[in-house]
């Protein structure tokens, strides 16, 4: 057991901040099924001598002699129940029942506080009365202790299992605070959050494949990014949107930092260009690392985090196949950065960047060329950037086009039919404001900020090629 528990009142700061709940009753009405429950970090060796009742899982048995140690596991942390073998009465009949519990099981115990220094928090509970809600079977899919490792597959296979373990536990604590930072930051700033439709028909943004479903008697498919419906949002006058939501891929790749369904965080603003997008989208990265650095479950991933100066750092797409070029990777003007040139560049940067200035060709539709007026610039740049950290990308942005004749220009460039667009065209018909925005992958973000390699981990239940359950 190690000594840096979390105690409750971090657990309860981080219940008011992920369900905004005000005080310390509302938390324990949640739990109203057991009397009086207590969490086990709420207990303390000051409470010596009362009578408490606590909730759990059996996380680890210990038979020592004449004394049997019940480590039961709450969402704060652990309880030390100690029975005595020899004590006679309620504890005597209580020791014959509890050697029988299987590990994992759900009781609830309830009993008097002792202080012990040794025990977990420094207290343990001699009991006087013990539930066992439901009992677990005796063979376990995973330990929970920490003890034995497993495979990420094994573990994915009874993710809810692998919750109870304490460093994936506060992985998603961690996910609920940077989603709750992320409305919190932009809510701040006059967003308004919306949700836009994941069922489409065929137009489709390019670059990426998508998911065909039937849908009545026509084929449909999963969305690849809220894209058109954000930018049809600019025309409705609401200036400021974001949504955070699924995207579906249907590309084929197996690699750590690809889903098949992944979590976007995507904003589009009006009257503004690129340049204030991306200044908003570093704000954000910097705020939501100064919330997750105050975790105190950070240290259950071992991890330290450094909130990111702003502004980041801005390279041109030429500078960066130039700095690659030195590094001896050789890209040819135009082509995208492989996952290898990103992380060469990642190497020599070493912080978070943005790369600015991409080739159109390499951008979707949508990315406004830059203004060919400006001294310098050519035309075939966009005024799109990709945010980067040393290891992953994690956001793509741009300024917009917001002329229609432009846009359906652009659209039949790329080869897409300008006819099967016609709902997000008419959008920039009657009235559409200049605008920009951005994409922002959670998993990617979440990821690089707790130095964890492979996406699955801090998703649910991932979907990737090979997973379809859980
Ligand atoms: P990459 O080149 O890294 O595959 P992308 O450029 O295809 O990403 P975009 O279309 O720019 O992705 O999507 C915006 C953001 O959404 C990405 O920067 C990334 O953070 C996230 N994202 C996109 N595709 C995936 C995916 N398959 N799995 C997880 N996150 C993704
Ligand atoms: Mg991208």
Redesign the pocket.
Known sequence: MDSSEITYSEIKSVFRECFNIKNKSEVMNMSSLIHNRKYATEITADNDGEQVSIAGWVHEKRHLGGVFFLIVRDLSGFAQVTLHKHKGGVEQELFERVKKVARESVVTIEGKVKSEPKAPNGYEIIPERMEVLSEASQILPLDTTGKVGAELDTRLDARFMDLRTERTKHIFIIRSQVLKAIRDFLDERGFIETNTPKIVSAATEG??ALFPISYFEREAFLNQ?PQLYKQMLMASGFDRVYEIAP?F?A?E?DTT????E?T?VDIEVAFVSDKEVMAILEELIAFVYSKVGGYPGLAKLNWELEVPKIPFRRITYDEAIELLSEAGEEIEWGEDLSTSAEHTLGEIIGELYFITDWPCAIKPFYAQPVDVGVKGKRKDICNAF?LMHPK?????GSQRVHSYELLKRNIESKGLSADSFEFYLDAFRFGMPPHAGW???V??LLMSMLGIDN?REVVLFPRDRRRLAP
Do not use: C, F, P
Request: hydrophobic share 30%; glycine share 12%; aromatic share 0%.
């Open positions: 670059g990426t990014s995207i891929r590309e790749h930092k690809h889903l098949n992944a976007s990709d992953v990308e994690l956001a793509s994409g922002l992958g998993e990617r996406i």
